[in-house]
T-cell receptor, first 113, second 109 residues
Framework: DAGVIQSPRHEVTEMGQEVTLRCKPI?????LFWYRQTMMRGLELLIY????????DSGMPEDRFSAKMPNASFSTLKIQPSEPRDSAVYFC???????????FGSGTRLTVV | RKEVEQDPGPFNVPEGATVAFNCTYS??????FFWYRQDCRKEPKLLMS?????NEDGRFTAQLNRASQYISLLIRDSKLSDSATYLC??????????WGLGTSLAVNP
């Protein structure tokens, strides 16, 4: 298995632009998680899905953030409009269980200027 | 007080040294505990789970002290390749993973 695949690896965008991050989970994993990591706040869970259904989006910072999982093999995290404070590394992870066996993708390093 | 706290370090140790990190958690009802390793500009990867009785995996030993509410990670005979950030993870009573900010380790030749 190729593991969790995220794209793009790096994204530099201007404030106000729309940003879309993509994730392909490991086949057979029922759970997909979106995390954001910064130096100050560490890893923060934004949202997670179970069988393509959003279960907990309480970590989504505000309405500018949205996530979808249209099928078992694809998810997106969208920021519109982006702001400089959104600059961070965004990780997608998948797991066969809600708590154990996480596999992270390589992350998307987002810089909003 | 944060739910999970770690000394950010950095811990600078020579090759071959033994080094230990602690991670404290605030909720005594926390259920499960893990150590993850994260290399610079990479994703976190599970290093080991922490069992009540303590557990060992090669040069790595993890222990849980419920009375004092901390977990520890001991690395013996440290290698250059052990240089990384070590993240403590706690599953709280609401069955959510709470991540520490990590402890940075640099093993020097």
């Amino acid at each position: 298995d190729a593991g969790v695949i995220q794209s793009p690896r790096h994204e530099v965008t201007e404030m106000g632009q729309e940003v879309t991050l993509r994730c392909k989970p490991i086949s057979g994993h029922d759970y997909l998680f979106w995390y954001r990591q910064t130096m100050m706040r560490g890893l923060e869970l934004l949202i997670y899905f179970n069988n393509n259904v959003p279960i907990d989006d309480s970590g989504m910072p505000e309405d500018r953030f949205s996530a979808k999982m249209p099928n078992a093999s694809f998810s997106t995290l969208k920021i519109q409009p982006s702001e400089p404070r959104d600059s961070a590394v965004y990780f997608c992870a998948s797991s066969p269980d809600s708590l154990y066996g996480y596999t992270f993708g390589s992350g998307t390093r987002l810089t909003v200027v | 007080r944060k739910e999970v706290e770690q000394d950010p370090g950095p811990f600078n140790v020579p090759e071959g040294a033994t080094v230990a990190f602690n991670c404290t958690y605030s909720n005594s009802a926390s259920q499960s505990f893990f150590w993850y390793r994260q290399d610079c500009r990479k994703e976190p990867k599970l290093l080991m789970s922490v069992y009540s009785s303590g557990n060992e995996d090669g040069r790595f030993t993890a222990q849980l002290n419920r009375a004092s509410q901390y977990i520890s990670l001991l690395i013996r005979d440290s290698k250059l390749s052990d240089s990384a950030t070590y993240l403590c993870v706690v599953i709280n009573v609401n069955r959510k993973l709470i991540w520490g900010l990590g402890t940075s380790l640099a093993v020097n030749p």
